[in-house]
């Protein structure tokens, strides 16, 4: 009788174990992003009357795409999911010389399009072609991007006050 009874305790954990091994998730992700400069030019941002045009406004988008799949065997369906993810930009400015601005950011965006513009206050000292590059690294992944885009200040360079920046979404 206790042999009996074992044995059934047996085979009803070997059914248990088998029927939840069926209904078991499989996981998988699809990530991509995208950064694209959209418009860069000069002008006099903080209004200082007496000074040049020596402002410069860099806008730029991040379209992030990420797709969190849960497949269940018992039902045949796909459900998606999303969050925030942490991603480092680097900002370049190169000026005509050669003379090279470089800030960096550490932001959390969402998964969509993301705009943003970046005021650099007193940074447009020289007459000649700008150059900016933006760097995006999505943080614990191997995705990156990079855009860059060039432009023309004005010829004239006068007395500016030390360079600033400032970090806004739009």
Known sequence: MKRNLAYLLVVVGLI?????????EAEYYSI???L????????NIEDDKNKPDDDIIIDFEVNLEFYQYF??????????????FQVKFKVQLI????????????LYISVGNSEF????????TESGWYIVKIWGVLRYTHI?????????PPGQTGDTDPPEIEFITL
């Open 71 to 84: 497949y269940e065997d018992d039902n045949n369906n796909f459900i998606g999911t999303y969050t925030l």
């Open 117 to 124: 513009r970046i005021y650099l206050y007193n940074h447009a």
């Open 144 to 152: 990156s991007v990079y855009d860059e885009m060039i432009f023309d």
């Open 16 to 24: 248990l174990i088998v029927s939840n091994s069926t209904v078991a």
């Open 32 to 34: 991509n992003m995208d």
């Open 95 to 106: 000026l005509p010389s050669g003379f090279v601005y470089e800030y960096s950011f550490l």
């Open 36 to 43: 694209e400069i959209t418009d860069s030019y000069y002008t």
